[in-house]
């Protein structure tokens, strides 16, 4: 570490205790420390210490972490903040990162990544006076359709979030039904672009010919048909940006001619004698692997790295069944109201049937179960009876072997609470405070674990 220059580190958190114990790690490591438990405090103490990190919750008692990085950006824009929360959202992720933050922690969190985003950080401040840039420009944000609050989620938003103010071309990949282009949109609609067109194509729903006059445009008489002329998919979104799905169907031929488009920013209509030249962002999607086709020959090399400048991969459902709830509970509100019916909850053991479920679908087979239950039930709060215990497409996995693919919700307390404690360092009153129960009621927790048996 720097002799002439020890970081200094502010940490906000309404748990002095909690705040406490993360001071005292990261003064061991040699940075200087100061701690406050409320926001004002943190942007007075801001006005007159210079801090080079801050480290703030992001939910306190009748305040929000937001303030502070909103004073922070306000008052130091070089200021590292790092925000923590309990309660990750799409939402609260993008408007941390908008406000300033350099990073978004769900907890529990472990030490060594806390510790690695501050070293990260503070290399990013040292390249920053190297190499001054302009400020970023400022977007709204707004993603209503896009829920989920687990580890994997979270880093998808930061994703899209530092992606949106860039032209990058950005490939995303997942599963069908992980909800692709709903990111796709995000992307546009929070970029410089969003008020220029939007395209979105489906590479494996078109014939190649078709979908290279699709793309591309052509001129009167370039084939029998071509009556007109008509302008391409590219053209149309001049000044926007192209949606690719599916690009792992498009055929080799035209990966060679979209290449040239990504490389060059020009096209060529069929039946033209020049090129014209376009200003559109590629954005492309595939539930394919990519690179085993690169292997095997079926999808070209150099187009594949040229489209994968960023890459955003989306996990299947059943690598975060937490989201199941909150998604379940989106789709019911909105299957409710376009059936105009008074459904208005799942109940317990309804909603652990959805937990327990693999989804090979993924969230639109889980959106379409919600709708089919929503249309056909009589009551006003879901029933085991309302969910098939085997959802479509699904009917091939015992039904005794679920509930041993995914915890139960008691097995995921457990492990929660193992968490915590290996984060307080087996702290037992600080794992308390955080849980937030008493100290009792976390003794007679871990005796209860201990004598109780795994379910699977």
Not at 90 to 109: L, M, Q, V
Not at 171 to 196: M, P, Q, V, Y
């Amino acid at each position: 570490m720097n002799n002439r220059h020890i970081p200094s580190i502010l940490v906000v958190d309404d748990d002095a205790v909690a705040a406490e114990l993360l001071a005292e790690v990261l003064g061991k490591e040699g940075y200087r420390v100061q701690t406050t438990t409320n926001s004002t405090d943190a942007i007075r103490m801001g006005e007159t210490t210079s801090f080079d990190v801050v480290i703030t919750d992001l939910k306190m008692p009748n305040t929000s972490g937001i303030d502070i990085l909103r004073a922070y950006s306000r008052m130091n824009p070089q200021t590292i903040t790092i925000v923590i929360t309990a309660f990750g959202s799409f939402e609260t992720a993008i408007e941390a990162i908008r406000n300033g933050a350099y990073d978004y922690i769900s907890k529990p969190f472990k030490i060594e990544e806390i510790k690695l985003k501050i070293r990260r950080g503070l290399e990013q401040k040292r390249l920053f006076h190297e190499h001054p840039s302009q400020e970023e420009q400022k977007h709204n944000f707004s993603f209503e359709t896009i829920i989920g609050n687990s580890p994997r989620m979270l880093e998808v938003y930061k994703m899209v979030a530092r992606v949106a103010g860039t032209d990058a071309t950005v490939l995303i990949e997942g599963e069908s039904g992980t909800g692709k282009e709903l990111i796709a949109r995000a992307i546009h609609d929070n970029s410089a672009r969003a008020s220029k067109p939007y395209i979105a194509v489906n590479c494996a729903a078109l014939p190649e010919n078709l979908l290279e006059s699709e793309l591309f445009g052509y001129k009167k008489g370039a084939f029998t048909g071509a009556l007109t002329d008509r302008k391409g998919l590219f053209e149309e979104a001049n000044g926007g940006t192209c949606f690719l799905d599916e690009i792992g169907d498009m055929q080799l031929q035209l990966q060679a001619k979209l290449l040239r488009v990504l490389q060059e920013h020009e096209i060529r209509p069929l039946g033209c004698s020049h090129n014209i030249v376009v200003d559109v962002r590629v954005i492309a999607a595939t539930n394919k692997d990519l690179i085993a086709m690169v292997k095997s020959g079926q999808f070209r090399e150099d187009f594949f790295y040229r489209l994968r400048v960023v890459t955003i991969t989306l996990p299947p459902l059943r690598e975060h069944p937490e989201d199941i709830p909150l998604l379940a509970n989106h789709f019911l509100r909105k299957s409710a109201a376009k059936a105009k019916k008074d459904v208005c909850g799942i109940s317990k053991e309804a909603m652990n049937i959805l937990i327990k479920c693999e989804w090979p679908g993924n969230i639109r087979q889980l959106e379409n179960v919600i709708e089919r239950a929503v249309v056909l039930t009589t009551n006003k709060i879901l029933l085991p009876s309302d969910i098939p215990a085997e959802p479509e497409q699904n009917n091939n996995i015992p039904a005794d072997s679920i509930s041993c693919r995914f915890q139960t919700l008691e097995e995921i307390k457990r492990s929660y609470v193992r968490q915590i404690l290996e984060y307080t360092g087996g702290n037992q009153n600080l794992a308390a405070n955080i849980l937030g129960i008493n100290r009792k009621s976390l003794y007679r927790m871990l005796k209860n674990q201990k004598s109780g048996k795994e379910n699977c």
